[in-house]
């Protein structure tokens, strides 16, 4: 079967990331979350607001690391830096040399599970590193996505605490505060990847994800902001000849868990009913039309029979004729429709320049970005030949230019920084937030 490479993006506001030594707080101390047009997470003068612009997690704290957990044949991390860097991708480090927004790129590996992780080693205050988004390629068979929203009849909600709402920043969505509630999928066979997305927000805490029985990790979607719907969930690789369960539960008691949707990536061939029933209707025969042979055979028989009868016959074999021809027309256009139905792109999907050898493929888009995501082509991601990394049959990606001096958005940027040295100078103790430390519910990192 042919194979296509496909895309999916883990934004920075996604729990899969790994933030270390903390993932919203302020940025001298470890991670802070921004947005371009909001500002400072840990700024906020309350928890819960709907950022607005593009985020970005930001840290001028030396030694300061992301992590992720994926599986694909190439990874694009995307952000700035105008400090330095370094890069472990598996058991290979890299020094960092960013290109633009790419702040890093590995192709062509082997498509199996991956561990990145980047540390930044700013020297000063005003140097800083800035995560955008990380975008992993896969090669599959053709897929396409079948999308269950938390109103699908197909979710099996367990537990007292579920609670179906909606919110115009969300959309629909379920909830639950109590401890262990869970809600479970039968994914359509032919599955070989699944991502789930829920909203993360301030009093939003723990959560664990089950496939097949197997524990795949624990999150916790802890946040100042309330972001829409990041990735809370993805895995890929999945056997598409096995029937696959997922199931999201709760793991913190009195603290929320939210989920937007599931999303399941199946085969083309076999996604049951909207390809195999998809053919066109076939033609059927006529009853009680004579054939051929049967106005022959009346014929043969006129000498013998009276004339009545004779003029009886020349008229049904005109009948005969008549319906035998369109019999036959039918039969014709029937077979019009009767060629098996060619493949479609579904509207989830769009088509983008990946940087993959620099050919387009196929991308498959929101619900794996988050509102607000940069569009397609706004930073061209065009991967630099490294002259000295490379890992086992990956291709690593830099860029022989000096770092970046700009934050997301330059403008935006000093203006942010202006501020934050106007506010060093304001005694701030009142805001128990402000000294870095993390909002009350917050990440406690990926448990195994």
Not at 51 to 61: E, I, W
Not at 81 to 97: R, V
Not at 353 to 378: E, Y
Not at 409 to 436: F, K, M, T, Y
Request: net charge negative; with cysteine; proline share 8%.
């Amino acid at each position: 079967m042919a194979t296509t490479e496909w895309n999916i993006t883990i934004d920075d506001t996604s729990p899969l990331w790994e933030y270390s030594p903390y993932a919203d707080g302020n940025k001298a101390g470890g991670w802070a979350s921004w947005w371009s047009a909001s500002g400072y997470g840990y700024a906020l003068p309350q928890g819960g607001i709907s950022p607005a612009g593009d985020s970005f997690h930001v840290s001028s704290h030396a030694g300061s690391s992301i992590s992720l957990r994926f599986r694909g044949t190439s990874v694009y991390v995307y952000g700035t830096a105008n400090c330095t860097y370094s890069i472990t991708l598996d058991n290979a480090q890299y020094t960092g040399q960013p290109d633009g927004r790419l702040l890093f790129s590995s192709t062509k590996m082997q498509q199996r599970d991956h561990y990145l992780s980047l540390i930044a080693t700013p020297a000063t205050a005003l140097q800083q590193l800035a995560l955008d988004r990380a975008d992993i390629t896969m090669s599959t068979p053709p897929v396409k996505q079948h999308v269950f929203n938390s109103t699908d009849a197909s979710l099996t909600w367990t537990g007292a605490g579920w609670q179906a709402t909606s919110l115009p920043q969300i959309g629909d969505f379920h909830k639950t505060n109590v401890f262990n509630d869970s809600v479970s999928v039968d994914l359509p066979l032919g599955t070989v990847a699944v991502g789930a997305h829920g909203s993360t927000n301030f009093g939003h805490m723990n959560y664990s994800a089950t496939l097949d029985g197997e524990l795949q990790g624990n999150w916790n979607a802890s946040t100042y902001w309330l972001v829409p719907e990041p990735t809370l969930f993805w895995t890929s690789g999945m056997d598409p000849r096995s029937q696959h369960t997922l199931v999201l539960a709760n793991a913190y008691d009195k603290q929320v868990f939210s989920l937007t949707s599931i999303t399941a990536y199946v085969l083309e061939d076999q996604s049951g009913s909207s390809v195999t029933d998809a053919s066109a209707p076939t033609s059927v025969p006529i009853e009680g039309t004579p054939g051929a042979s049967a106005g022959s055979s009346h014929s043969n028989r006129t000498g013998v029979i009276v004339g009545p009868i004779v003029g009886f016959l020349g008229a049904f074999a005109i009948c005969a004729i008549v319906l035998f021809l369109v019999r036959r027309a039918r039969r014709a256009n029937a077979h019009l429709y009767q060629d098996p139905p060619q493949p479609y792109a579904p509207s989830t999907m769009s088509y983008a320049s990946v940087p993959t050898d620099g050919s387009p493929v196929m991308n498959i888009a929101p619900p794996m970005r988050r509102k607000g995501a940069l569009p397609p082509g706004a930073a061209p991601p065009v991967p630099v030949a490294s002259t000295s990394s490379r890992y086992s049959e990956s291709v690593v990606s830099g860029s022989n230019t000096g770092p970046s001096s700009a934050m997301p958005g330059p403008a935006a940027v000093d203006i942010n920084n202006i501020v934050e040295l106007i506010a060093q100078r304001i005694d701030r103790g009142r805001d128990v937030r402000s000294d870095g430390g993390a909002p009350p519910e917050y990440r406690d990192g990926h448990a195994q």
